[in-house]
């Protein structure tokens, strides 16, 4: 497995805003799936954005529609995740993750086999 490194969490007031930034080596084939995903305490890990490599088109969750922007640096070989206008609700650990290739939601995280450590974001009302 790849290591991934996530980096920018923090404690955000409701409204606020957040970038999160994932170092992701060697996926820059065309195919390559990466994206983001959240678990809050006591709840399922969550996919919220997912990028494919040759395919330009984001996948994002409902709940982050509108407010959670993924993109990358080809060149940093870096993944974000631009977060605004947090909600209480979007407290959790948040995770990126990187795939050879995805059959199917490429928010599943059974899809996914390399993983980062995680950073936590908490925004307070």
């Known amino acids: 497995a790849v290591k991934l490194v996530e980096s920018g969490g923090g404690s955000v007031q409701a409204g606020g805003s957040l970038r999160l930034s994932c170092v992701v080596p060697q996926f820059t084939y065309r195919g390559n799936v990466m994206g983001w995903f959240r678990q809050a305490h006591g709840k399922e890990r969550e996919g919220i954005a997912a990028l494919r490599i040759g395919n330009e088109t984001p996948f994002l969750a409902d709940s982050v529609k509108g407010r959670f922007t993924i993109s990358k640096d080809n060149a940093k070989e870096t993944l974000f995740l631009q977060m605004n206008k947090l909600k209480p609700e979007d407290t959790a650990m948040y995770y990126c993750?990187?795939?050879?290739?995805?059959?199917?939601?490429?928010?599943?995280?059974?899809?996914?086999?390399?993983w980062g450590q995680g950073t936590q974001v908490s925004v307070s009302s």
């Open positions: 993750a990187a795939s050879a290739f995805v059959l199917g939601d490429p928010l599943r995280p059974s899809q996914y086999d390399n």
